[in-house]
């Protein structure tokens, strides 16, 4: 997924505005994702998993992720196919739990 970069460029918008229209008028757009960045990783999994059946006949049956993202939720109510199994690695869950636990000063 591709974000926009243009939009470091309206740091200059006040202070040269000739510059910054030269860039927004000469600018090629490769933004290919319109939703908010939170939705992004779950929207690149489903397609990685819709594209793989499709472009190689290949299907994933496994899903391992850190459980604190928001891929899950949608992978449970969006099912690119049945047989995936979702696994959470344990290991950064404790991780950030620890991390956590030290910050607060449990």
């Given at each position: 997924?591709?974000?926009?970069?243009?939009?470091?460029?309206?740091?200059?918008?006040?202070?040269?505005?000739?510059?910054?229209?030269?860039?927004?008028?000469?600018?090629?757009?490769?933004?290919?994702?319109?939703?908010?960045?939170?939705?992004?990783?779950?929207?690149?999994i489903l397609i990685m998993f819709k594209r793989s059946v499709s472009?190689?006949?290949?299907?994933?049956?496994?899903?391992?992720?850190?459980?604190?993202?928001?891929?899950?939720?949608?992978?449970?109510?969006?099912?690119?196919?049945?047989?995936?199994?979702?696994?959470?690695?344990?290991?950064?869950?404790?991780?950030?739990?620890?991390?956590?636990?030290?910050?607060?000063?449990?």
């Amino acid at each position: 997924m591709i974000v926009c970069s243009v939009l470091g460029a309206l740091s200059i918008k006040k202070s040269d505005p000739a510059k910054y229209d030269k860039i927004i008028k000469s600018h090629r757009c490769e933004k290919n994702y319109e939703k908010s960045s939170g939705t992004m990783e779950s929207a690149a999994i489903l397609i990685m998993f819709k594209r793989s059946v499709s472009k190689y006949g290949v299907y994933y049956t496994k899903y391992v992720g850190d459980g604190d993202s928001k891929t899950f939720p949608v992978l449970s109510k969006i099912v690119p196919y049945p047989g995936i199994i979702y696994i959470f690695d344990l290991r950064i869950f404790f991780s950030k739990l620890k991390y956590a636990l030290t910050v607060l000063q449990f």
